[in-house]
């Protein structure tokens, strides 16, 4: 479906909870992924279009601006919060977008209890963080670790832009 307003696909945490209780009620798979998403690039693109393909909803959390700068350093984010869930909403294969406050995600693991989780292949089962780990499991969501789209990252961007 094209969304003409990417707006309207950018919610509050309670908006996405609704949205996933009415996703739950119909059947459908949710599937949950998050990060900072800086700068979108290629590998941002394909790997949110093969967590799409997992299931029926894909659900993306945003890192706040706030979190960025504790996660990646006080130079980041390129791109404020407001802007980089915009450009998701942006993406066809997305069907939610919001934005979290801290740098971990466990509590909206719990409480949105995705069918599936996804992580780019720069992560394995072990190097989850432990909470959102820990949160996964009680939820009984299957984690999937999808191939990580090699030279394309944000800090390869940077990298070569700063040269």
């Given at each position: 479906?094209?969304?003409?307003?990417?707006?309207?696909?950018?919610?509050?945490?309670?908006?996405v909870a609704a949205f996933r209780e009415e996703?739950?009620?119909a059947g459908r798979r949710v599937v949950l992924t998050n990060g900072c998403f800086d700068?979108?690039?290629?590998?941002?693109?394909?790997?949110?279009?093969?967590?799409?393909?997992l299931g029926d909803v894909l659900i993306v959390a945003v890192n706040s601006d706030a979190s960025v700068r504790e996660l990646k350093g006080p130079l980041r984010?390129?791109?404020?919060?407001?802007d980089r869930a915009y450009l998701l909403a942006s993406l066809r294969c997305v069907d939610a977008v919001f934005i979290f406050p801290g740098p971990r995600?466990?509590?909206?693991i719990r409480l949105l209890?995705?069918?599936i989780y996804t992580k780019a292949g720069d992560y394995t089962p072990e190097t989850l963080d432990p909470g959102e780990r820990a949160a996964l499991e009680e939820t009984?969501?299957?984690?999937?670790?999808?191939?990580?789209?090699?030279?394309?990252?944000?800090?390869?961007?940077?990298?070569?832009?700063t040269r």
């Open positions: 479906m094209i969304h003409s307003d990417p707006v309207t696909l950018i919610h509050d945490f309670e908006q996703a739950a009620k700068l979108l690039h290629r590998g941002h693109a394909a790997y949110l279009q093969q967590s799409a393909a984010p390129l791109n404020g919060e407001d995600l466990d509590a909206e209890r995705p069918d009984a969501a299957e984690i999937r670790i999808l191939p990580f789209v090699e030279g394309r990252s944000t800090t390869s961007l940077i990298d070569r832009a």
